[in-house]
């Protein structure tokens, strides 16, 4: 694989998260960006600055994404920020950003998720908060439709789709109180919910083998196997570090996932972090339950999928500035390069063949992928 340099764009201010934009004019696409200290930056596939927005004044916006939520052709531009507002706007045209609503939580949005709850045309947004709650929320007015509490922070949460009848929906959270909870999607009864030793980070699952596993991982360093009808435990991988992201793929499918571990080594300062020799990894798991592959001595803060007409790659930033993109096959690096700046985003537009990566201290890098010959 070649990469040929594009253009960067340095917005000196540290990028938290990136979307492109999915406007049914794939001419008018554009990369919209989230700032530690509350901007929203809209740049255009050639590196031009279209639009400088201020949303927050200096608290980070952690979460963004960008939907259509009424299927009216228009799109919508979801936020959320540590000053625990929900907002979501109507993307109008890239320097136009229309406020349509905003729900508050008492604490930091730790993230949300987009579908279909109720088995209606309509989407919901799943939201969930440091201030301990989780909530679905109405998508045309934010209004609440049910809410659970945890006894601490929410980490992470997950829509559960039946493969046999995908009317039958099921919401997945886990928090800093060790506990994962399983909830009725439409009514937000709780079915069941099962205790850990120490915060949880992530919850996910797989259609296995052995049927469907809820997966999740945490501060106890061990990811857990857990049977969905049972509710029992049946298998766990310990890791040297926090066991921190999961991404499960195909989305249609949930039959593998890419599960990495975390360590806080590089916060010693006593050490320089490119000196650091990472104890933490990247695994690659199928529905076998076999590792296929791992990635060693990685602290991975971006997993990224992207395919390339039949082959399919994973890209990965890490604490020390890495830029790795490995056959998703057998985990090969086929591509490494280098910056002294944590990586915070990935994305990649398949029509120009264009990836993006964007660092913390705000310089933003894009290339065109001209060669997957050799691989």
């Known amino acids: 694989m070649k990469l040929k340099k594009k253009w960067n764009f ?30 929203i930056l809209v740049i255009d596939l050639n590196g031009k600055l279209l639009n400088r927005e201020k949303i927050t004044e200096n608290s980070p916006i952690w979460n963004l994404e960008i939907c259509d939520l009424n299927d009216d052709g228009i799109e919508e531009l979801l936020l959320g920020g540590m000053d625990g507002l929900l907002r979501v706007y109507q993307i109008s045209s890239p320097t136009t950003l229309e406020p349509l609503w905003a729900h508050q939580f008492a604490s930091s949005v730790s993230g949300f998720r987009i579908g279909t709850l109720n088995n209606e045309k309509y989407l919901e947004i799943l939201a969930y908060s440091l201030d301990k709650s989780l909530r679905i929320l109405n998508s045309n007015n934010g209004s609440l439709i049910w809410g659970q509490i945890f006894e601490d922070g929410i980490e992470d949460a997950k ?112 050490n320089p972090i ?36 039949t082959q399919r790659f994973i890209a990965i ?36 063949r264009n990836l993006i990566i964007c660092y913390e201290d705000g310089l933003i890098d894009s290339y065109h992928i001209v060669d997957i010959r050799n691989i």
């Open 10 to 39: 340095n917005c000196n201010e540290s990028i938290l998260s990136a979307k492109l934009s999915k406007l049914r004019n794939l001419h008018t696409k554009n990369l919209f960006l989230s700032t530690k200290s509350g901007n």
């Open 159 to 270: 829509i559960w789709i039946n493969q046999k009848d995908i009317d039958q929906k099921e919401v997945l959270a886990c928090g800093n109180d060790g506990t994962i909870r399983i909830f009725n999607a439409v009514n937000g009864s709780l079915l069941w919910f099962k205790r850990f030793s120490d915060k949880v980070r992530f919850i996910d699952y797989l259609n296995s083998d052995k049927g469907t596993l809820i997966i999740c991982g945490g501060d106890d360093k061990l990811l857990h196997f857990i049977d969905k009808r049972s509710q029992e435990e049946i298998k766990t991988i310990e890791f040297d570090d926090y066991v921190w992201k999961c991404l499960s793929f195909p989305n249609s499918i949930q039959d593998s996932f890419l599960v990495s571990s975390y360590s806080f080594e590089y916060l010693d300062h006593s």
């Open 274 to 309: 490119q000196k650091i020799n990472f104890s933490s990894k990247l695994l690659c798991i199928q529905k076998d339950l076999k590792t296929i592959w791992e990635l060693k001595n990685k602290n991975t803060e971006v997993i990224y999928r992207f395919q390339i007409a």
């Open 317 to 352: 930033g890490t604490t020390k500035g890495e830029l790795l993109i490995l056959d998703e096959k057998n985990g090969t690096i086929i591509v490494s390069m280098n910056r002294d700046s944590v990586v915070n985003a990935i994305e990649y537009e398949s029509i120009t």
